[in-house]
């Protein structure tokens, strides 16, 4: 019975609130405006502000490529590249078409 009462309650109090705020329309559009500027100006200044005053990292660490590791994908490339050259030459049948036997006469 206890929850029965909350529900009605809090509806109640959303049915109010709402009320309010559509009767102080102008002050709430003002107040959400305000707190959207006083958002975005956090967001601006933590995102441009801020990152401008930070150095990047330089990186010390050269890149080094393995010679084993390069010479395994260039075999596979050149392998790949052998089997799609060989399709052009093969011929490969029309499965669509019609397929007579030869009619001997004799």
């Known amino acids: 019975m206890n929850v029965g009462i909350k529900v009605n309650k809090l509806k109640f109090f959303s049915e109010k609130f709402i009320w309010v705020i559509a009767e102080h329309a102008f002050l709430t559009c003002l107040f959400l405006f305000i707190l959207a500027l006083i958002f975005g100006g956090v967001f601006f200044y933590k995102y441009n502000i ?57």
């Open 50 to 106: 801020l990152a401008q005053k930070v150095e990047p990292e330089i990186l010390t660490q050269t890149f080094v490529l393995k010679e084993e590791i390069c010479q395994n994908i260039f075999e596979v490339w050149q392998e790949n590249e052998r089997k799609f050259e060989e399709t052009d030459s093969k011929k490969y049948s029309n499965p669509f078409e019609k397929q007579v036997p030869l009619l001997e006469e004799g």
